[in-house]
């Protein structure tokens, strides 16, 4: 069997660039570490010393303003120097390759690489590249690729879960929404189920579930609903997507509001979830598409809270790989 | 310093810590533990000396110097500082006192809280071997080892605390 990718000889994480594969002990060591990161941001300085000197170069090949701000702000808060490239924006409309830009960022003594890119695989080919240059004491973190993957996503979303439900093994989650385009979706299943969570529900339109959606259920626990009432029912976690409107090419859904009619989580949908259900949402949220309002900013949301996580997951895994 | 013949007895040495720092505690005096041995012994410092300020825990993983040929420390607890910092009498409490770098990093993650007003450091044990311009001000027990062994803090299911060496 050849070895993961993103592990080093040690079996420890040198890169993070999806959750598959990746072992329940690891993704636990992740919330283990990101715990005492969230206490650092109660403090009067919210610094610790673990990356100084490191140089994290946030490459965005495509735009994104919150995963790209949590990132610094992740980084920062670790005492490194944050170099943010909006490369959608520069030498890649001029014409130069991936790789091209990364062998300059490299020459620039970067330490860690944050990459986020519209295709799929682009984080991976760049970790195989610096591998077989011998340049792979630099760390690759993955912060959405294409429809693959967005591990530090599907990793804070975990987080979340456990912070409200502390055990995996009794819960029934369910992920409702655009599953075709998502990345987040992806991550978020492949965690849930290394995790050990016995009933993960897909819910959505049938023209926007992959047909391969049922084979990542591997050992049974997914199942699919195309009828939101019924894939709610009893649920204790509830994880709504975002409708991605920019990656809709034709004719997928008739009208955002017939959308909202089926798909939308309303108070109403969400009483057939069990009365203690949490609901999460990645951002930016398309209000009264998706979800309602009245959703999103009532008792059981926790989507600000997942925000708040999400620097401190993204800390610990900067640490992690900085330390491996 | 000595060399051990047998390893002294961690609850005597806790005994006469606490004696020795008694006369210093006042109403404003704050311990903060490290982890994990440092915080067993403020535990009990802190109902034996009666302190009234809140107890206070650290782990110094985040300010570690070691970071870079160690990684991470696995298992890094949260610090817990209940406290204002800022003007305050501070007691570091560690279980064993030798390169002083636990030390250094502890009083470099209290300043990210605020400016106390004075820090002072009690440990059970010292076993020499400093590297870095570092004494405690309270300290029961001298014992010399050599680098190859390693002094800890045990604690039972009884709360009894033993001191124990261990070859590297």
């Known amino acids: ?324 | 310093m000595p060399m051990p013949t047998h390893l002294p007895d961690a609850a005597e040495l806790c005994t006469h810590l606490a004696a020795a720092m008694r006369p210093e505690i006042t109403p404003q005096t704050a311990l903060i533990g490290i982890h994990t041995g440092g915080v067993w012994i403020a535990e009990w410092l802190h109902r034996e000396l009666g302190i009234q300020q809140p107890l206070g825990s650290i782990d110094v993983a985040f300010y570690r110097d070691d970071f870079n040929q160690r990684g991470l420390h696995k298992g890094t607890k949260a610090s817990n500082i209940p406290f204002d910092v800022e003007g305050a009498h501070i007691v570091i409490v560690d279980d064993v006192l030798y390169t002083g770098r636990t030390i250094r990093a502890a009083l470099n993650e209290l300043f990210d809280y605020g400016r106390p007003a004075r820090i002072d450091l009690a440990v059970l044990v010292d076993r020499g071997g400093r590297e870095l311009p570092i004494a405690a001000t309270w300290c029961p027990q001298a014992l010399a080892l050599p680098a190859s062994q390693t002094l800890v803090l045990e604690r039972d299911d009884a709360a009894r605390l033993s001191l124990r060496v261990t070859e590297k």
């Not at chain 1, 011998?134 to 690729?145: Q, S």
């Open chain 1, 1 to 324: 069997m050849t070895r993961n990718p993103q592990l080093n000889k040690h079996g420890e994480l040198q890169h993070l660039i999806t959750l598959e594969g990746l072992s329940r002990e690891i993704l636990a060591a992740i919330f283990d570490t990101a715990e005492p990161f969230a206490e650092v941001a109660e403090r009067e300085i919210k610094k610790v010393p673990l990356l100084r000197g490191k140089s994290v170069f946030n490459l965005f090949f495509e735009n994104s303003t919150r995963t790209r701000t949590t990132f610094e702000i992740a980084a920062k808060r670790l005492s490194a120097d944050v170099i943010n490239l909006n490369i959608s924006t520069s030498s890649a409309s001029k014409g130069e390759s991936l790789l091209d830009t990364v062998d300059n960022l490299a020459a620039m003594q970067a330490d860690m690489f944050v990459v986020r890119h519209a295709s799929s695989g682009a984080p991976y080919l760049i970790a195989q590249h610096l591998a077989a240059t011998g340049r792979d004491h630099i760390h690759i973190v993955n912060a959405g690729d294409g429809r693959h993957a967005h591990p530090t996503q599907g990793l804070l979303d975990m987080y979340t879960i456990r912070h409200y439900k502390k055990d995996f093994t009794r819960l029934t989650v369910a992920v409702v929404g655009d599953l075709l385009h998502s990345r987040v979706a992806r991550s978020q299943i492949h965690a849930l189920q290394a995790l050990g969570v016995p009933e993960v529900r897909v819910i959505g339109p049938r023209t926007l579930l992959p047909t391969g959606v049922v084979e990542m259920g591997g050992r049974g626990s997914l199942r699919v609903f195309h009828d939101m009432r019924e894939g709610l029912k009893g649920v204790d976690v509830v994880m709504m997507l975002r409708l991605q409107n920019e990656r809709m090419a034709g004719a997928l859904l008739p009208s955002p509001q017939e959308y909202f009619k089926y798909y939308g989580l309303t108070p109403e949908k969400l009483a057939l979830a069990k009365p203690d259900a949490i609901v999460m949402h990645p951002g930016p949220m398309n209000r009264g598409i998706e979800i309602d309002s009245a959703v999103a900013d009532g008792a059981h949301s926790v989507i600000l809270p997942q925000v708040t996580f999400g620097i401190a997951v993204r800390m610990a895994v900067m640490s992690m790989l900085a330390g491996n």
